[in-house]
Structure formats: C-alpha cells, structure tokens
C-alpha cells in the first residue's frame, strides 16, 4: 500500500499553489553555535541548552534514552530526513507533554500528548522540518479553520484544536481519534466488513464529501487511512468464512468496530475549486482515470475515490493494487471494460504512450512482466468481485458503484446524488449499526 499523505506532483508546480504569510514561531534555535560535546553527555543532552548532538541519521521512531529534564527539553537537530527527534515524557511546548508516537507518514509523525492545560488528550502532528510539507501544512490548517466554521458539532472531520511552529516543525494538535479504516483491516488480517456496517460508513464518508464540496473545497486524498473511527473499542464475532481447527465450533472470530462513527483526516492536499488543477492528485490505488490520463481533475476525483474504498471495505483488498499507469489502466479495463475512446484521445502527451493506433490500450504488449500480466487477469470484472463477498444488497451496491466508477467525471455520481441512491435508501436496516 502507498502511505503518502502528502499529494504526489512536480516541485515546480509547487509556485501554483497558494502562499501563506509568514507566522510567529515557538522556541527557535539560539543563535550562538553549539559548544563542544562534553565527555560524559548522555541523551545527546548538554550544558548550557544548546544542541550538540550531531545527527548522525537516527530513524525518527528512535527515542533517547534518560531522565526528561523539565521545561524546554534540549535543542536536538533533527533527523536526516527531517523528522523531529523527540522524548517520551518530554514537552511540546511548556503546554503539551508526549506521552507516544501514533504514526508516521511522509509528512511527519503523529504524537500522542497530553494537553496540561485542558487537561485532556491530544494528537499533534508533527510536520518535517522541509519546505514542502511545511507548506501543504500551512495549507491544512486554512482548510481545517475552515471546515470547522461550518461543521457545527464537529461530526464530519477531525477537529483542530491549535497549531504552534516549534523548532522548524508546523505542529498542528487535533482531537483524540481511534484507528483508521486501514489499520482496523490490516489489524484484523483484511477481513471484510458486514455489508451492513460498509453502508453506514458509505453514508457517512459521502455525507462529509458532500460536506466539503459544497465548501468548494476537494480533499484529493481521500482512502482507507485517512477516514478514522472516532472511538478504539472494538468487539469480537465469529467469522464463519474462515472455518478453524484451534476452535471448537468450527468458527473463527474476527474484530468488529463498537461504533461505527468515523471522521476524515489529512487536508494538507485538499484545494479550492478555483485552483490550479494539472498536477497528480491521491494515493495511486485510489486516483481517478482522468487524472493518469492528464485531463485534469475536479469534484468527481473524490467520488472515484469514494467508489475505490467501499469495494475495499467489502472485500478486504484494494481494488486496484499497482504501482504503474499502464497496470491501473489495464485493471481498470479488467474491472469496469473499456475507457471511452474521447478520454484516450483527449489524454495529455505522457499518457499517449499507453495506447495503441485506434486509441486502444497497448495491453498485455506493454506489459513490464508476466507477474504484471497475472495482477490484472486475476481480476474479476465488478459485479462478481462484488457478489463474490456481499451476501444482500449486492445488486444496490453493484449499481451504486458503477456510478461512482464511471471513467467519464462528467457521468459520475455527485456526493448528494449517491447518497439518495437505494443503496442507502432502500435497505430497512441501514440504521442498524450502533453509531
């Protein structure tokens, strides 16, 4: 799985996104150089609270070892990628105490803290020290004030509670959240959810897209690990499609989420309707046609990408697990059959070498391996992918995604209209799930 949180695109398309004007920054560095390492030093901790602990490219998941001093922990260079080099125990701020690390992306960490003066516990993520995804931070926290001037309550994404700029890190403190999508089904060996809990998340995740787009604002990133259950507790059920011989009955238990409540997470790739559109957008399993074809991108990206994770969630597997244009195109025609032929015609200059004369797609010929070759025969075509794992409301659900992968944007579901789709609408039960 590709676990970028930060949109993939040019360095020089960076100068067509927004700017941001220069903010107030927390503790920075004293300016007098650091002094030499005193023989007897521990935890790259010195005399005089000036860093001297060269960087010698730790991993940023290494904590040091030692007793945390009070106030401002010592001045520590960051790793060699950037990453902020912290210590359990140790403050961000004199405000917000680390208790753990949550997780780390290509942007950064996240850290578990306590809040000490509202006395309650927070996640802070914390951004690499370079420019770019200082910049897309900036960018998240825009989005974030935003969406919270609307979202009354705080039902749809995850709240922001502060940011701070301290040592070079744009440190953004969030609400508390339980785990994502991806790592409840990572954790629970990618067994499927009950079709009845795929339709409850369905509403909500399209009920926030909804939310945004009518804000003009598109996430561009949506997928399994930025959609986050609100509560960690969890419940085991039997799981009668894997059959055991270490149990008595026969049965084999698997994990079900308590609550079915989620909200959506990482915006720093999130834009404004009005915005440059020609860069690549979203984790590759998840990017829509038109944006491999370079034909540009809008609304509708969200709703591929929207259609991409309910079939993830009810089967287990990532639609489409490449990792090359040619390979998406060629399991998209496995899956959904033929890209319409305007589309290829319309493609940009680097997307003509994937078709042949006629506007056909130059497959298996410009397969890069027979391995490649297997990863696309192997896939059934949607609505037996679908009734392969869905036991009732497959044929809903079969219709429902077909309009959310549909090739042409044109001809996609909106947010509002795949939310009135008899998918959720129809199905007596789809309240049942405790939220």
């Not at 004199?94 to 950064?108: A, D, L």
């Not at 705080?154 to 959240?177: A, S």
């Not at 598109?218 to 969890?234: A, F, G, Q």
Request: aromatic content about 10%.
């Amino acid at each position: 799985m590709e676990t970028q949180r930060i949109i993939e695109f040019p360095h020089k398309n960076m100068d067509k996104r927004p700017r941001k004007r220069p903010r107030l920054t927390w503790d920075m560095p004293p300016p007098l150089p650091p002094p030499k390492v005193i023989p007897g030093m521990y935890c790259g901790q010195e005399f005089g609270g000036a860093a001297a602990m060269p960087n010698y490219g730790y991993a940023s998941s290494m904590f040091y070892r030692g007793v945390p001093p009070n106030g401002s922990p010592p001045w520590r260079p960051d790793d060699k990628d950037g990453h902020f080099v912290f210590v359990v125990g140790e403050t961000l701020t004199p405000r917000y105490r680390i208790i753990g690390k949550m997780g780390e992306g290509t942007f950064g960490q996240v850290l578990e803290c306590v809040d000490n003066e509202k006395k309650e516990v927070v996640a802070i993520k914390v951004v690499r020290s370079i420019h770019k995804y200082r910049e897309a931070a900036m960018i998240e926290i825009d989005v974030l004030q935003r969406l919270a001037r609307h979202d009354v309550g705080g039902t749809r994404c995850v709240q922001i509670r502060n940011w701070f700029d301290y040592r070079n890190h744009i440190c953004i403190v969030f609400e508390r959240l339980g785990p994502s999508l991806y790592d409840f089904l990572r954790k629970n060996s990618y067994r499927s959810f009950p079709i009845d809990l795929v339709r409850e998340l369905g509403r909500q995740l399209l009920e926030s897209v909804a939310f945004m787009h009518e804000l003009r604002l598109i996430h561009t990133d949506l997928k399994p690990e930025n959609i986050l259950l609100v509560s960690s507790e969890y419940v085991k059920v039997p799981d009668y499609k894997f059959l055991s011989r270490s149990t008595k009955d026969g049965s084999y238990f698997k994990n079900l989420p308590k609550s079915s409540t989620i909200k959506l997470i990482d915006f720093g790739s999130t834009t404004f309707e009005h915005q440059d559109h020609s860069y690549v957008v979203s984790t590759r399993h998840y990017r829509a046609p038109e944006v491999i074809l370079g034909l540009g991108w809008n609304y509708p990206c969200d709703l591929w990408s929207v259609g991409c994770i309910l079939v993830e969630l009810c089967s287990g597997e990532a639609l489409f697990q490449t990792h090359e244009n040619l390979e998406h195109l060629a399991m998209m025609e496995r899956v959904l059959g033929p890209i319409p032929q305007h589309m290829v015609l319309r493609a940009d200059r680097r997307s003509e070498k994937y078709f042949r004369s006629g506007a056909r797609l130059d497959w298996p010929d410009g397969a890069t391996s027979r391995e490649s070759m297997r990863a696309v025969w192997k896939l059934p075509r949607l609505p037996n992918l679908i009734m392969q794992h869905v036991d009732h409301s497959a044929g809903d659900l079969i219709d429902l995604l077909q309009g959310l992968l549909r090739y042409d944007p044109a001809d996609r579901l909106k947010a509002r209209e795949a939310l009135g789709h008899p998918f959720f609408t129809r199905d007596p039960r789809r309240c049942a799930y405790p939220l």
